[in-house]
């Protein structure tokens, strides 16, 4: 059966390499759902958890801070992540994560986008951290 080679990096690392049956994904325009055999694409990705599934089975989560998914079919249809930072949700201490969020939540903060985007990227890992 054909499989997706998935890539997911950011500036600090190559955070996960491996195979999947489907990739799930948010772009900034909505969901996408890859699978083997998936067209070109290219799509810009908004601040969302990236899940790999094996079958019907969720098998991995990714927390994705923006970026870029790109789809490269051929034999193996490839798909690649370039993240602004992605971190596998073990990496993250949901404690601390609650804490920067209640701090963003302040007075004026979300007025400004930055504070928006980086308010998102927290109640992210908040929610699919460890801990």
């Not at 890859?34 to 989560?61: K, N, W």
């Not at 923006?66 to 993240?83: E, K, M």
């Not at 930072?85 to 920067?100: F, G, I, M």
């Amino acid at each position: 059966m054909a499989r997706l080679e998935v890539h997911v990096v950011s500036p600090e690392a190559n955070v996960y390499s491996g195979e999947g049956d489907m990739v799930v994904a948010r772009g900034t325009d909505g969901m996408v759902g890859i699978m083997p055999g998936h067209a070109p694409m290219l799509i810009e990705l908004a601040v969302a958890p990236l899940r790999i599934f094996e079958g019907t089975t969720e098998r991995e989560m990714i927390l994705v801070d923006g970026g870029f998914l790109h789809v490269t079919p051929g034999d193996v249809t490839r798909v690649d992540v370039l993240a602004e930072s992605a971190v596998l949700p073990a990496e993250v201490e949901a404690a601390t994560a609650r804490q920067r969020v209640e701090e963003l939540r302040g007075p004026a903060g979300e007025e400004d986008h930055r504070v928006r985007t980086e308010l998102a990227r927290w109640e992210m890992r908040a929610e699919h951290g460890a801990g």
